[in-house]
């Protein structure tokens, strides 16, 4: 077991890869303890926390209630300055509105609902910070924008945005609840890397957005004067437009 410093702590959630290893490794540069979640993706996990200063990995399955707040037990104990938890991890499965996938839509409101909504209220109860605890709770701009298209995973997101704006309201003074909303960042699915390159400039500014851009935001908004209960969009403008299908597949159409 790693034996953390007595410096801030934050956990991340999925951060073996993609996004949540970018937040990840933001947050460790900045000067903190890293709490690397995965659940698979154990050797990228122990990989990236190799790379931090400061890092440990936690690995269980959030699918499993259980684990997922033994999880928070755990962490609240040992930590001596557990400041944020950035709810990351997350199931993106392909079911549509004329076709709801119950096996994909259960996944998905374990995961990516009621995994972070149990784990926030734990958080909030029993982690230690003499400056205040912050949820940053990732959502989807789609719930700004939303289309019939990976249903389940939509629900799910709208389902999880939902609490973490009930938490907002009911978290001590110095505690914060935000959502961080990201566009179309990685490729996706089974997208190749050329469609991704097409679809991701499907927003206002015409430009990819990047998984940097995210953890810059995630970052800032663990020590960010804003009042509980915000959001913020991290999409090149793609959540103001209306936007009939997912990019993957608008892309797929224009070629």
């Known amino acids: 077991m790693v034996v953390p410093p007595p410096t801030k702590a934050v956990l991340v959630t999925g951060a073996a890869r993609r996004i949540g290893g970018e937040i990840a490794r933001r947050f460790g540069a900045a000067g903190w303890h890293v709490v690397i979640h995965c659940n698979r993706s154990l050797r990228d996990a122990e990989a990236l926390a190799a790379t931090l200063p400061s890092a440990e990995v936690a690995q269980c399955d959030l699918a499993d209630s259980d684990a997922a707040l033994a999880l928070v037990g755990d962490l609240a104990a040992r930590l ?3 400041r944020v938890l950035v709810a990351n991890a997350s199931l993106f499965e392909e079911d549509g509105a004329q076709a709801l996938d119950r096996g994909i839509a259960s996944r998905a409101w374990r995961v ?4 972070p909504a149990i784990m926030a209220q734990a958080f909030l109860a029993q982690a230690r910070s003499a400056t205040g605890r912050r949820v940053i709770q990732l959502t989807d701009q789609k719930l700004a924008n939303p289309n019939p298209d990976f249903f389940s995973y939509t629900m799910s997101k709208f389902a999880v945005d939902a609490a973490a704006r009930m938490l907002a309201t009911r978290c001590q003074p110095q505690d914060r609840v935000y959502r961080l909303a990201p566009g ?5 699915h089974d997208q190749t890397p050329a469609e991704a390159e097409r679809s991701h400039r499907m927003n206002l500014l015409g430009r990819r957005t990047g998984a940097g851009e995210v953890a810059d935001a995630a970052l800032f908004l663990a020590t960010a004067p804003l009042a509980s209960g915000q959001a913020l969009f991290v999409d090149s403008g793609q959540h103001l437009l209306s936007q009939r299908r997912d990019v993957l597949y608008l892309a797929r159409e224009q070629e």
């Open 184 to 188: 179309a960042i990685l490729p996706s």
């Open 112 to 115: 990516n609902a009621l995994a």
């Open 80 to 82: 001596p300055d557990w």
